[in-house]
């Protein structure tokens, strides 16, 4: 692989020839594997993630104009101008571009921008990070472009950003291209460290380094099998049915306010109970056959419009159960 240096110089000189400008912000954001914890983090419970070589790359220069203009080295993606005066407010069918927006967005969000001519970009992207592999390619634009974004709009030093912050952010704008996801990848994307991996605790979002011996070799392997999480609803309906089994243990269990309680997290913490307990509490109040909709309700005893505004979202309104 080559060095992050000649990699970096390289797509500057792309750039230029391209926009006929250099530069003003360049990002690298790094992919990740998860070592201890998969998929618990969207129920609130740590996990140890590290971050990889492979990375997404960012550049991106003002252009005093209300286009941005967007280009990827890769060609067999399509390049793109969109219209930064018209709001955009996400997409269930993202294309590579959106999740590129997802950080733009919350980079205007975050400085209250208005739209103005101060928003038009010129946009290369480029990266190593094999895509639908689950090295979590998609959150690496997400975040390198809330960054960039936010370093070029409010000229800002990168390095001096609150990375805790920026996670915390890229988690929820994601949601714009229809992931709601826990917050691992953006976490470990935006404060990992080279030597070291990274647990991460949630609710509040906290980080703490875990040495990895220099010895330690870690294989990387793919399967082959590709999966896009923002392209389906599989990904939000296992958040959902965690939701929904959280919620239902709790009416069923303290008669609390179940609308309340959005992760298995908070009902361990509501009951009292360590990890072993929970496992034990759900064993007894589900067996193995699904529960419809209809059951769903009826053990809420609830709407099927207050199951909407409290327990699905928007990729699982129709699809789930």
């Given at each position: 692989?080559?060095?992050?240096?000649?990699?970096?110089?390289?797509?500057?000189?792309?750039?230029?020839?391209?926009?006929?400008?250099?530069?003003?912000?360049?990002?690298?954001?790094?992919g990740r594997v998860n070592l201890i914890?998969?998929?618990?983090?969207?129920?609130?419970?740590?996990?140890?993630?590290?971050?990889?070589?492979?990375?997404?790359?960012?550049?991106?220069?003002?252009?005093?104009?209300?286009?941005?203009?967007?280009?990827?080295?890769?060609?067999?993606?399509?390049?793109?101008?969109?219209?930064?005066?018209?709001?955009?407010?996400?997409?269930?069918?993202?294309?590579?571009?959106?999740?590129?927006?997802?950080?733009?967005?919350?980079?205007?969000?975050?400085?209250?921008?208005?739209?103005?001519?101060?928003?038009?970009?010129?946009?290369?992207?480029?990266?190593?990070?094999?895509?639908?592999?689950?090295?979590?390619?998609?959150?690496?634009?997400?975040?390198?472009?809330?960054?960039?974004?936010?370093?070029?709009?409010?000229?800002?030093?990168?390095?001096?950003?609150?990375?805790?912050?920026?996670?915390?952010?890229?988690?929820?704008?994601?949601?714009?291209?229809?992931?709601?996801?826990?917050?691992?990848?953006?976490?470990?994307?935006?404060?990992?460290?080279?030597?070291?991996?990274?647990?991460?605790?949630?609710?509040?979002?906290?980080?703490?380094?875990?040495?990895?011996?220099?010895?330690?070799?870690?294989?990387?392997?793919?399967?082959?099998?590709?999966?896009?999480?923002?392209?389906?609803?599989?990904?939000?309906?296992?958040?959902?049915?965690?939701?929904?089994?959280?919620?239902?243990?709790?009416?069923?269990?303290?008669?609390?306010?179940?609308?309340?309680?959005?992760?298995?997290?908070?009902?361990?913490?509501?009951?009292?109970?360590?990890?072993?307990?929970?496992?034990?509490?759900?064993?007894?109040?589900?067996?193995?056959?699904?529960?419809?909709?209809?059951?769903?309700?009826?053990?809420?005893?609830?709407?099927?419009?207050?199951?909407?505004?409290?327990?699905?979202?928007?990729?699982?309104?129709?699809?789930?159960m």
């Amino acid at each position: 692989m080559p060095s992050i240096d000649n990699i970096e110089e390289e797509l500057c000189s792309k750039f230029e020839q391209k926009f006929r400008h250099k530069p003003q912000i360049l990002v690298r954001c790094p992919g990740r594997v998860n070592l201890i914890g998969e998929h618990i983090d969207y129920s609130g419970f740590s996990v140890l993630p590290m971050a990889i070589k492979h990375a997404t790359y960012v550049l991106l220069r003002k252009n005093g104009t209300e286009k941005i203009n967007f280009f990827n080295t890769d060609e067999k993606y399509e390049s793109y101008v969109h219209d930064a005066t018209i709001p955009w407010t996400g997409t269930t069918k993202p294309k590579w571009y959106h999740y590129f927006l997802s950080g733009w967005k919350g980079s205007q969000e975050q400085l209250r921008s208005p739209p103005n001519e101060s928003l038009g970009l010129d946009v290369l992207l480029s990266g190593n990070v094999p895509p639908n592999a689950g090295l979590s390619s998609s959150s690496s634009v997400v975040c390198a472009a809330l960054l960039a974004c936010l370093a070029a709009n409010a000229k800002l030093n990168p390095e001096k950003l609150d990375r805790s912050g920026l996670a915390d952010v890229a988690t929820r704008v994601e949601r714009y291209i229809g992931v709601e996801g826990g917050g691992m990848d953006q976490a470990i994307e935006c404060l990992a460290s080279e030597g070291q991996a990274l647990r991460i605790d949630f609710n509040p979002l906290l980080s703490t380094q875990v040495h990895l011996p220099k010895e330690a070799l870690f294989a990387v392997i793919h399967s082959g099998a590709e999966y896009n999480k923002a392209a389906s609803s599989y990904y939000n309906e296992r958040v959902v049915e965690c939701r929904i089994a959280a919620q239902i243990v709790a009416k069923r269990l303290v008669h609390c306010n179940w609308r309340e309680i959005r992760t298995l997290r908070h009902l361990s913490e509501f009951l009292q109970k360590d990890f072993e307990d929970m496992i034990d509490v759900i064993n007894r109040h589900f067996d193995e056959e699904p529960m419809s909709r209809e059951n769903v309700l009826r053990e809420l005893e609830t709407t099927d419009d207050d199951l909407i505004e409290y327990s699905l979202n928007n990729n699982t309104t129709q699809k789930i159960m």
